[in-house]
């Protein structure tokens, strides 16, 4: 099993910090939340790309994915959505990440209506993710927050560069327990998110352990295989503790075993 975490909860942190931080605490790779007001966001031209995948690859650190905000479930017209998709595409494939996040954002649309949405914008996305060899993932979030409903969308798209991201949160919110989820989600997983909170009622983010969540359920879950990612939402709570002196015993908490 490799070991990421999430920049969502460095806000505003310049890449070097990032690389750095990752590397000195045992992480693997990072998940780069791609937004106008990060570092990272499909505005950079060709030579800042660059230099983000050197300082990365010269610590052998991976960028696992670009946490883009496509909503592949709205309403509205396909054509700005697909504009968004295409841009987190490129900007993954010249990072050299493999995956791009996006989200459902299906409102209160008929369930079905926005399954149908999602899936057709999908479907033409993964036609250019299958170029540049990226894979986009849906984020058990919002409108799908259930693993049953990303894992229908995914199985009518059918298209394997078209996965899911597990976000632990969501779908224990959802009332799914971790068996079920994995169950459904195993054919289509890019890889887990996982986090603590105290509970239904306070999403503030804690350290992993200190909270309610089933992290220890979901873990084993991944028979130490793929991707596990702490995402610590720092950005939407600034009360909550900082991440940086968080992260050593975080990466020790997911993987069972303290460094050397």
Same mark, same amino acid.
């Given at each position: 099993?490799?070991?990421?975490?999430?920049?969502?909860?460095?806000?505003?942190?310049?890449?070097?910090?990032?690389?750095?931080?990752?590397?000195?605490?045992?992480?693997?790779?990072?998940?780069?939340?791609? +937004?106008?007001? /990060?570092?990272? +966001?499909? %505005?950079?031209?060709?030579? /800042?790309?660059?230099?983000?995948?050197?300082?990365?690859?010269?610590?052998?650190?991976?960028?696992?994915?670009?946490?883009?905000?496509?909503?592949?479930?709205?309403?509205?017209?396909?054509?700005?959505?697909? /504009?968004?998709?295409?841009?987190? =595409?490129?900007?993954?494939?010249?990072?050299?990440?493999?995956?791009?996040?996006?989200?459902?954002?299906?409102?209160?649309?008929?369930?079905?209506?926005?399954?149908?949405?999602?899936?057709?914008?999908?479907?033409?996305?993964?036609?250019?993710?299958?170029?540049?060899?990226?894979?986009?993932?849906?984020?058990? +979030?919002?409108?799908?927050?259930?693993?049953?409903?990303?894992?229908?969308?995914?199985?009518?798209?059918?298209?394997? +560069?078209?996965?899911?991201? *597990?976000?632990?949160?969501?779908? *224990?919110?959802?009332?799914?327990?971790?068996?079920?989820?994995?169950?459904?989600?195993?054919?289509?997983?890019?890889?887990?998110?996982?986090?603590?909170?105290?509970?239904?009622?306070?999403?503030?983010?804690?350290?992993?352990?200190?909270?309610?969540?089933?992290?220890?359920?979901? =873990?084993? =879950?991944?028979?130490?295989? %793929? *991707?596990?990612?702490?995402?610590?939402?720092?950005? *939407?709570?600034?009360?909550?503790?900082?991440?940086?002196?968080? =992260?050593?015993?975080?990466?020790?908490?997911?993987?069972?075993?303290?460094?050397?």
């Amino acid at each position: 099993m490799k070991y990421a975490f999430s920049t969502l909860g460095v806000p505003g942190m310049p890449v070097a910090d990032v690389v750095r931080l990752a590397a000195e605490t045992g992480y693997d790779g990072v998940e780069l939340r791609v +937004h106008p007001d /990060e570092p990272v +966001h499909p %505005g950079l031209v060709a030579h /800042e790309r660059r230099a983000i995948a050197g300082d990365f690859a010269r610590a052998g650190v991976d960028i696992l994915a670009v946490a883009g905000y496509a909503q592949v479930a709205a309403a509205g017209d396909d054509e700005p959505v697909y /504009e968004e998709l295409h841009r987190l =595409l490129y900007l993954a494939a010249d990072l050299g990440a493999p995956y791009v996040r996006v989200f459902p954002g299906g409102g209160d649309q008929d369930p079905a209506e926005a399954d149908a949405t999602a899936a057709r914008r999908l479907g033409a996305a993964a036609e250019v993710a299958a170029e540049l060899g990226v894979r986009v993932l849906l984020e058990t +979030h919002d409108s799908h927050r259930a693993g049953a409903d990303v894992a229908r969308v995914a199985g009518t798209v059918g298209h394997k +560069h078209v996965g899911v991201v *597990w976000d632990l949160m969501h779908t *224990w919110l959802a009332g799914e327990e971790p068996e079920a989820t994995h169950a459904v989600l195993a054919p289509y997983l890019g890889y887990v998110q996982v986090k603590d909170i105290a509970s239904r009622e306070d999403t503030a983010p804690l350290p992993l352990g200190a909270g309610v969540l089933p992290l220890d359920a979901c =873990l084993s =879950l991944m028979r130490g295989e %793929g *991707w596990v990612c702490w995402e610590y939402e720092k950005r *939407w709570y600034a009360d909550a503790a900082e991440l940086p002196p968080l =992260l050593a015993a975080g990466r020790e908490r997911m993987s069972g075993t303290p460094r050397a």
